[in-house]
């Protein structure tokens, strides 16, 4: 095989709720219990298929990020051995030591956005505290998110996986990037999924697709002074929240459950 990616570099960031069969449990979502197993071997198969598919094709560096939870959830040592890992919680900011050098990133088991109906387990950062995140008054989710500080480095979003409606969510904001569904929701804890190995071949092959279109991928660019509004699921949430805007202010409540506020830059929410 033609090595086309001859020395470059790729940053995968995985999350579990988005693999083939991850279904979770009603009312709690994806916790410790249940699934949990399932969900953390499946995404790590996942992300270790694509992983693979960018080694044969000559990339120096894949960067696999374990980033459900507390960022620590995977056998590390059933990954391929090439591969560097991001792991852990309790640094500021998205994709750790990201820079200009990478030539990509990838969404693995992500999913769809808080009020997404039909979507598997679908929620943005937690499914307890927020009702949606807007930014420009555009709600986002948690792959708009990621695309975004990717942008800052400059780096291109070019391949995801996830549920039927997590994929729609992709292509509305990245109508570029390549995709592989895992699964059909039926309701927040039901789907008909592909097989989880089958899921693993077709990220193979279409990982290799988005590698022959690289020069095709753009950036997901935030404009700045950006937007920022989140409403919470619960008003004491709200009142409590601190954020604050780019003159160092707090964020308005615009309603009992909202805050509101501009800011620089995508970099100041997280
Ligand atoms: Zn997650």
């Given at each position: 095989m033609e090595r086309i990616l001859d020395g470059k570099k790729f940053y995968i960031?995985?999350?579990?709720?988005?693999?083939?069969?991850?279904v979770g449990e009603p009312g709690k979502g994806l916790g410790q219990?249940?699934?949990?197993?399932?969900?953390?071997q499946q995404a790590a198969r996942e992300?270790?298929?694509a992983a693979q598919e960018l080694f044969e094709l000559g990339a120096e560096t894949v960067v696999i990020w374990d980033n459900h939870g507390n960022g620590c959830n995977f056998d590390y040592?059933?990954?391929?051995?090439?591969v560097n890992i991001?792991?852990?919680?309790?640094?500021?900011?998205?994709?750790?030591?990201l820079d200009e050098d990478y030539a990509g990133v990838m969404f693995i088991g992500y999913h769809a956005r808080e009020n997404t109906a039909g979507a598997v387990l679908a929620h943005t950062y937690s499914s307890?505290?927020?009702?949606?995140?807007?930014?420009?008054?555009?709600e986002?989710?948690?792959m708009e998110v990621d695309a975004a500080f990717a942008a800052l480095k400059e780096v291109p979003v070019m391949f995801c996986a996830s549920d039927y409606c997590g994929i729609r969510q992709a292509k509305e904001s990245f109508p570029w990037v390549e995709t592989v569904v895992t699964k059909k929701g039926m309701s927040w804890t039901s789907a008909v999924s592909k097989h989880?190995?089958?899921?693993?071949?077709?990220?193979?092959?279409?990982?290799?697709?988005?590698?022959?279109?690289?020069?095709?991928?753009?950036?997901?660019?935030?404009?700045?002074?950006?937007?920022?509004?989140?409403?919470?699921?619960?008003?004491?949430?709200?009142?409590?929240?601190?954020?604050?805007?780019?003159?160092?202010?707090?964020?308005?409540?615009?309603?009992?459950?909202?805050?509101?506020?501009?800011?620089?830059?995508?970099?100041g929410l997280f």
């Open positions: 960031g995985v999350d579990c709720e988005g693999a083939a069969c991850v219990g249940g699934q949990y197993r399932f969900a953390v992300a270790n298929a040592e059933l990954l391929d051995s090439r991001a792991l852990g919680s309790g640094h500021r900011g998205r994709f750790p030591l307890a505290a927020y009702q949606y995140y807007k930014l420009n008054g555009r986002v989710g948690e989880p190995l089958a899921v693993c071949e077709e990220i193979r092959e279409t990982v290799r697709r988005a590698a022959l279109r690289l020069e095709e991928m753009e950036c997901y660019r935030l404009p700045s002074p950006l937007e920022v509004e989140i409403r919470y699921k619960r008003m004491e949430d709200a009142s409590r929240a601190i954020l604050v805007d780019w003159e160092g202010k707090p964020f308005a409540l615009s309603d009992a459950f909202t805050r509101k506020g501009i800011m620089n830059s995508i970099e």
